[in-house]
């Protein structure tokens, strides 16, 4: 079993005299307001869902097409105009070629789309998947493409079992503009596909994820707000295991468990890190004094899924990153510039980790009182997450190694003093694979001058600490 001194060591910005006399304190703190909204556990499955979801938003579309298709024959009756000059029987004729020509289209650009989709896994990860699953424009893409021949059908069906003989002029414009609708947004589809396969914009789109994922894991943004505490460590009461089949730790709903702590005056441990793989029977709360707890109420603040997701979990896209990183310097792939860009966006990702408070292990109650205990990754974790594959893959590429150098050299003088022990082990690290992999010293001296562009730039010398400037 984890110990809460294993879980939450201490905070990794202690200075070194005062670190062997803090190897029991944990840094605490309060739930913030977005922790004790109510429904959250209700609200942030539902968004996920909704996100991941390819059936809600076409469903509204095709919802509002059968409405249209209903509604507008019913107008056209008692209001229809000859501005186009048809009758009912050329109006049933156009709506049913619509129909049966938009059905065929929404058919084949779906097709596209899922080629796209398995080149693009193939390509970079097949973790990226969630990358088009989450995407607006592709969901509110393929709406459009179903709902004029939706429409059509239902229109052509109203107006063929009627004697009306006046003109449909209302129902078939409304045809050809979904039409054209539909043709806009094919036009939109295709360049988001293409966007979505140039790596620099999927690194964007990754990295713009870890800022809300760093917020729900650490919603404490100032050190202020954080305090160390000495803990007593008590006999363990309860050990709660996960009951399902192997499924992985997605989020934490921290105010439930805090109040089942409360209520039963214990402490409650959380042993796996989210985005961790549990499987069944295997611990997942540790429980230390009190009365013993809701075990069945506990085990409903863990949230589970069949993969890793960005509800809680930074790491998960800095883990992307990587993948697409170590796929493009693949032999297979070969493709150092994307892997240069990749780095770019690590660099991006990594500058404001190093700034910011990463020891959210201890919650309080509202007596002050811990009562949880939740293992978060810290900085060493997350830097050697984000380059310890990548300086293995691309040791023998000089444009990755430089554009690795000249990273490390950028952010070591932006992050708190105690953590550029971290930075500089990865230096030593990356000078040892060189050494090994390159005997001649020119070559050697080539591939370890820091390069913002790899190849091509100016050598740069590091940068100014902002408080050198």
């Given at each position: 079993?984890?110990?809460?001194?294993?879980?939450?060591?201490?905070?990794?910005?202690?200075?070194?005299?005062?670190?062997?006399?803090?190897?029991?304190?944990?840094?605490?703190?309060?739930?913030?307001?977005?922790?004790?909204?109510?429904?959250?556990?209700?609200?942030?499955?539902?968004?996920?869902?909704?996100?991941?979801?390819?059936?809600?938003?076409?469903?509204?579309?095709?919802?509002?097409?059968?409405?249209?298709?209903?509604?507008?024959?019913?107008?056209?009756?008692?209001?229809?105009?000859?501005?186009?000059?048809?009758?009912?029987?050329?109006?049933?004729?156009?709506?049913?070629?619509?129909?049966?020509?938009?059905?065929?289209?929404?058919?084949?650009?779906?097709?596209?789309?899922?080629?796209?989709?398995?080149?693009?896994?193939?390509?970079?990860?097949?973790?990226?998947?969630?990358?088009?699953?989450r995407d607006p424009v592709i969901k509110n893409a393929i709406g459009p493409f179903v709902?004029?021949?939706?429409?059509?059908?239902?229109?052509?069906?109203?107006?063929?079992?009627?004697?009306?003989?006046?003109?449909?002029?209302?129902?078939?414009?409304?045809?050809?503009?979904?039409?054209?609708?539909?043709?806009?947004?094919?036009?939109?589809?295709?360049?988001?596909?293409?966007?979505?396969?140039?790596?620099?914009?999927?690194?964007?789109?990754?990295?713009?994820?870890?800022?809300?994922?760093?917020?729900?894991?650490?919603?404490?943004?100032?050190?202020?707000?954080?305090?160390?505490?000495?803990?007593?460590?008590?006999?363990?009461?309860?050990?709660?295991?996960?009951?399902?089949?192997?499924?992985?730790?997605?989020?934490?709903?921290?105010?439930?468990?805090?109040?089942?702590?409360?209520?039963?005056?214990?402490?409650?441990?959380?042993?796996?890190?989210?985005?961790?793989?549990?499987?069944?029977?295997?611990?997942?709360?540790?429980?230390r004094g009190g009365r013993g707890i809701d075990e069945r109420e506990a085990r409903r603040?863990?949230?589970?899924?069949?993969?890793?997701?960005?509800?809680?979990?930074?790491?998960?896209?800095?883990?992307?990153?990587?993948?697409?990183?170590?796929?493009?310097?693949?032999?297979?792939?070969?493709?150092?510039?994307?892997?240069?860009?990749?780095?770019?966006?690590?660099?991006?990702?990594?500058?404001?980790?190093?700034?910011?408070?990463?020891?959210?292990?201890?919650?309080?109650?509202?007596?002050?009182?811990?009562?949880?205990?939740?293992?978060?990754?810290?900085?060493?974790?997350?830097?050697?997450?984000?380059?310890?594959?990548?300086?293995?893959?691309?040791?023998?590429?000089?444009?990755?190694?430089?554009?690795?150098?000249?990273?490390?050299?950028?952010?070591?003088?932006?992050?708190?003093p105690a953590r550029r022990g971290a930075i500089r082990r990865h230096r030593m690290l990356?000078?040892?694979?060189?050494?090994?992999?390159?005997?001649?010293?020119?070559?050697?001296?080539?591939?370890?001058?820091?390069?913002?562009?790899?190849?091509?730039?100016?050598?740069?010398?590091?940068?100014?600490?902002?408080?050198?400037?």
């Amino acid at each position: 079993m984890m110990s809460m001194a294993q879980l939450s060591p201490c905070a990794e910005d202690d200075e070194e005299d005062t670190r062997s006399a803090c190897s029991t304190m944990l840094a605490v703190r309060r739930l913030s307001a977005g922790e004790r909204a109510p429904w959250w556990r209700a609200r942030v499955l539902f968004g996920d869902r909704v996100s991941r979801s390819f059936v809600l938003i076409p469903s509204l579309y095709l919802a509002g097409a059968i409405v249209l298709g209903l509604l507008l024959p019913a107008l056209d009756r008692g209001h229809g105009g000859k501005l186009l000059g048809i009758d009912a029987a050329e109006a049933q004729s156009i709506l049913q070629a619509v129909a049966a020509g938009m059905i065929a289209f929404a058919g084949l650009v779906v097709s596209v789309a899922v080629l796209v989709v398995q080149f693009g896994a193939g390509q970079y990860s097949p973790r990226l998947v969630h990358v088009f699953r989450r995407d607006p424009v592709i969901k509110n893409a393929i709406g459009p493409f179903v709902a004029p021949g939706v429409y059509a059908l239902v229109a052509a069906a109203d107006i063929g079992g009627t004697t009306h003989d006046g003109p449909e002029t209302l129902t078939v414009s409304v045809a050809l503009a979904l039409m054209v609708l539909a043709l806009a947004a094919l036009f939109r589809f295709i360049g988001r596909l293409l966007d979505l396969m140039r790596p620099r914009q999927l690194y964007a789109r990754l990295a713009g994820q870890v800022q809300p994922a760093l917020k729900s894991l650490y919603p404490s943004s100032s050190s202020r707000e954080l305090e160390r505490r000495p803990l007593r460590e008590t006999p363990i009461s309860a050990v709660v295991t996960h009951p399902r089949h192997g499924e992985v730790l997605a989020a934490v709903d921290r105010d439930r468990l805090v109040r089942a702590a409360r209520r039963a005056d214990a402490v409650i441990e959380v042993v796996p890190q989210i985005g961790s793989y549990v499987a069944e029977d295997e611990p997942i709360l540790i429980v230390r004094g009190g009365r013993g707890i809701d075990e069945r109420e506990a085990r409903r603040a863990l949230i589970f899924a069949d993969g890793r997701s960005l509800l809680q979990d930074p790491s998960f896209a800095i883990r992307c990153i990587v993948d697409v990183v170590v796929r493009a310097l693949s032999a297979a792939i070969n493709d150092p510039t994307s892997a240069v860009e990749g780095l770019d966006a690590l660099e991006g990702v990594l500058r404001p980790l190093g700034r910011r408070p990463l020891h959210s292990a201890a919650i309080l109650d509202d007596d002050g009182t811990v009562r949880l205990v939740v293992p978060t990754p810290d900085w060493d974790g997350l830097l050697d997450l984000a380059l310890t594959e990548i300086r293995w893959y691309g040791a023998r590429t000089p444009q990755v190694t430089r554009r690795l150098a000249a990273l490390l050299d950028g952010l070591e003088p932006s992050v708190a003093p105690a953590r550029r022990g971290a930075i500089r082990r990865h230096r030593m690290l990356l000078e040892e694979h060189l050494a090994s992999v390159y005997a001649d010293p020119v070559e050697r001296a080539f591939a370890r001058t820091p390069d913002r562009l790899g190849i091509g730039g100016r050598p740069t010398t590091g940068a100014v600490a902002p408080g050198d400037r």
